[in-house]
């Protein structure tokens, strides 16, 4: 999560949409970069307005507004699947080695007892400023980056290039079309969330 204090700004840290990219970019014009543990770095916005709101009203700032990516739902989940492929991972518990995306997929979808490279949340749950309502004033789409870029460079007045990091290797996520459908029942916030988005990143709150 980044704090840009002069342009009224709270950056949330969305795994797999870029934020370590986008944290480097950016961290140079923030007054306050949350960067580790990764529980404080991905703060959900419920989380963040119990604790860093109220100060950042003390220190007046009133009027900051939430930013932040979604990636189209499937995508995060194949995202994640292809990050816990890496050879790092290799006999670990939270490797996805040896398993299909479907495999995966179905492990994500389990009410208890999921094993650890399934053990995930999701976009619109820490999104959310209250059961079931995601709040963000400016949410883009991970695939219209280029609108997330026009944003903040205009409200920077300088351009903006993003490093190339933790970038998984690419692989088929073909997902059988039951587990899709099941995935959007049980996650329709999210699709939902991710469908009303405007193509150039303007917010749906304004």
């Known amino acids: 999560m980044l704090i840009l204090w002069?342009?009224?700004?709270?950056?949330?840290?969305?795994?797999?949409?870029?934020?370590?990219?986008?944290?480097?970019?950016?961290a140079p014009y923030a007054a306050v970069h949350f960067s580790r543990p990764?529980?404080?770095?991905?703060?959900?916005?419920?989380?963040?307005n119990r604790f860093i709101r109220p100060w950042l009203k003390k220190e007046g700032k009133d009027e900051i507004k939430t930013v932040a990516l979604m990636r189209e739902p499937?995508?995060?989940?194949?995202?994640?699947?292809r990050y816990r492929q890496r050879d790092a991972l290799l006999g670990s518990e939270k490797s996805t080695s040896g398993l299909?995306?479907?495999?995966?997929?179905?492990?994500?979808?389990?009410?208890?007892?999921?094993?650890?490279?399934?053990?995930?949340?999701?976009q619109a749950r820490q999104l959310s400023k209250s059961r079931g309502e995601v709040?963000?004033?400016?949410?883009?789409?991970y695939e219209n980056m280029a609108g997330f870029l026009y944003f903040m460079e205009e409200k920077l007045g300088q351009k903006l290039?993003?490093?190339?990091?933790?970038?998984?290797?690419?692989?088929?996520?073909?997902?059988?079309?039951?587990?899709h459908q099941k995935l959007r029942e049980k996650y329709a916030l999210d699709f939902a969330t991710y469908a009303g988005i405007v193509d150039h990143g303007v917010s749906t709150n304004d």
């Open 161 to 179: 290039v993003l490093p190339q990091v933790n970038v998984s290797a690419p692989m088929p996520l073909d997902l059988a079309k039951s587990l």
């Open 6 to 26: 002069n342009l009224n700004l709270v950056i949330f840290s969305v795994p797999k949409t870029g934020t370590t990219a986008i944290e480097q970019a950016l």
């Open 74 to 81: 499937v995508s995060w989940l194949g995202s994640w699947y």
């Open 135 to 141: 709040g963000i004033d400016h949410l883009f789409r």
């Open 100 to 122: 299909s995306f479907d495999e995966f997929v179905n492990a994500y979808l389990q009410e208890t007892d999921r094993p650890a490279y399934a053990r995930l949340g999701s």
């Open 38 to 48: 990764p529980a404080v770095k991905h703060m959900t916005h419920q989380r963040f």
